[in-house]
């Protein structure tokens, strides 16, 4: 969890390789997810249930976001809640790729 304005940098991150049931969470104003390739969430077959949430006015600044890396890794979301939470890709060309998975705003 980053929360309190907490501010965590990484090139790309990768939630949910081999495992289910994981969850990131990005909360409060000023709180910052900050990858400069990218995320990928449930990268592999077996991979399910992963989650990213952004909320109370926090930030994601990113490239791409890979949602469902592999065939079967399902019910993988990010969702982004509450005033002032957002995705920011800071100018740079960023996309979404979801195989059958969930993106919520």
């Known amino acids: ?5 907490g501010q965590v940098f990484f090139v790309s991150a990768s939630v ?13 104003t000023n709180s910052i997810l900050r990858l400069s390739a990218g ?10 249930l992963n989650q990213l949430i952004v909320s109370n006015g926090a930030s994601l600044f990113s490239g791409n976001i890979t949602i469902g890396g592999a065939a079967g890794a399902n019910s993988n979301t990010v969702t982004f809640t509450g005033a002032g939470s ?20």
């Open 1 to 5: 969890m980053i929360n309190n304005s």
């Open 39 to 48: 995320l990928v969430l449930g990268s592999n077959a077996n991979s399910i």
């Open 16 to 28: 949910g390789g081999n495992g289910s049931n994981n969850t990131v969470t990005v909360t409060g």
């Open 86 to 105: 957002g995705w920011n890709t800071n100018g740079a060309v960023a996309g979404i790729i979801v195989r059958h998975r969930r993106l919520d705003r």
